[in-house]
């Protein structure tokens, strides 16, 4: 089953790490994915950049488009991983050797989606 990773922090705090805390934190991800790269295990892992350079298209009779995100909320989405696991409990373990002491990690199923073939 694949899983997403989401990687939620305060934008701000992050934002005021320094290299070596980032380094760090990069550092102790990279065990993990480097172990679940090892297993076929990794999908793609993106970075986000700033919720200031994000664009929002609300969905209406007439779709808006705004500036920035559409979430209002104290943490901000950062990033994520897909991850293949056989159980919830083992994209859990991996959560728990990334997360660090502040911030969060949000995991759920993903269920792939090909349009051009039809499957799901």
């Known amino acids: 089953m694949l899983y997403s990773i989401f990687c939620?922090?305060?934008e701000a705090a992050a934002g005021q790490w320094t290299k070596q805390q980032e380094e760090a934190i990069?550092?102790?991800r990279r065990r993990v994915t480097d172990r679940l790269a090892a297993r076929g295990q990794l999908g793609p892992v993106a970075r986000l950049m700033e919720t200031t350079t994000a664009?929002?298209?609300r969905g209406g009779p007439q779709p808006v488009v705004l500036d920035g995100p559409f979430a209002e909320t104290k943490e901000q989405l950062l990033g994520f991983y897909i991850v293949?696991?056989?159980t919830l409990e083992e994209a859990i373990e991996a959560a728990r050797e990334m997360v660090g002491e502040s911030g969060a990690?949000?995991?759920r199923?993903?269920?792939a989606f090909r349009p051009a073939?039809?499957?799901q």
């Open 84 to 86: 293949e696991c056989a």
């Open 109 to 111: 199923p993903v269920r």
């Open 8 to 10: 939620y922090h305060s």
């Open 55 to 57: 664009t929002t298209v």
């Open 26 to 28: 990069l550092a102790r």
């Open 105 to 107: 990690l949000e995991i």
């Open 117 to 119: 073939s039809g499957a």
